[in-house]
Structures are given as C-alpha cells and as structure tokens.
C-alpha cells in the first residue's frame, strides 16, 4: 500500500492481533502498528512523520536513493548455470 506516496508492507499479526506496517523505501527501519483496518494508514503517517523528522535532526537520509543501483556480482558457478539455459 501507498501512504503519504511511499510504499509500506503490511500484515496481520495474529498473536497480538493487530497489523503491522512497514516502510520499504526508507533507509532505516520505519514500522507501525494498527489494530484496525481503518488505523493502518493513520498510524502509518504519524510513524512516517516521526521518522523523518528523527533523520533530520540527525542529518541522516530518510528515504533510499533511486538513481542509485545495487551492484551485484554473481559466482562464476552461478554465471555458468544460467548460460546453459
């Protein structure tokens, strides 16, 4: 789901009943809990809000870089097998 224009997972915790957000495009961790449906993108702004403002104070950037690409470097094992298929 979108909140705010940022994407967060989110799912049903069943030992407390409630669901739990997560923000997948911050540079930290950023979560949030609601206990109903209605609560979720609620909960989620205030926790976003929070966060940000924390990771300004202390200089850091909340939010991942997109012009940035991870680099990845595969075993030459790896590299064999997908160029047999």
């Not at 009943?17 to 909960?43: H, M, N, P, Q, W």
């Not at 702004?45 to 939010?63: H, W």
């Amino acid at each position: 789901m979108m909140i705010d224009g940022h994407p967060a997972s989110v799912i049903y915790e069943a030992e407390i009943k409630a669901f739990r957000g997560e923000f997948l495009d911050v540079t930290g961790y950023c979560d949030f809990v609601a206990y109903s449906i209605e609560g979720i993108e609620k909960e989620g702004q205030i926790s976003l809000t929070e966060y940000v403002k924390t990771c300004m104070e202390e200089g850091i950037n909340p939010f991942k870089n997109d012009d940035k690409q991870e680099q990845v470097t595969y075993d030459i094992w790896f590299q064999e097998q997908v160029h047999r298929y």
